[in-house]
């Protein structure tokens, strides 16, 4: 499976718990996922982070949001 297909299927649930999370729509969970440096790490296939469950991606987008504020 490419990694394309991996980072697509897991942005889907990681999206839904940011959006849970945040109670915003799946735009705004987009970028503010996007707009941070864990976004950035996922979308760069050389961290890996694509590979790993989207609790756990999320758990750290949440984790650098407490850090920012």
């Known amino acids: 499976m490419s990694h394309g297909t991996i980072r697509a299927a897991t942005l889907k649930k990681t999206m839904q718990i940011i959006m849970e999370h945040f109670a915003c729509t799946e735009n705004e969970a987009l970028k503010k996922f996007y707009e941070s440096h864990i976004g950035a790490c996922y979308a760069d296939d050389s961290t890996g982070l694509y590979g790993q469950s989207a609790f756990y991606i999320a758990g750290l987008f ?8």
Do not use: H, L, N, T
């Not at 949440?62 to 504020?69: L, M, P, V």
């Open 62 to 69: 949440f984790d650098e949001c407490k850090a920012a504020s």
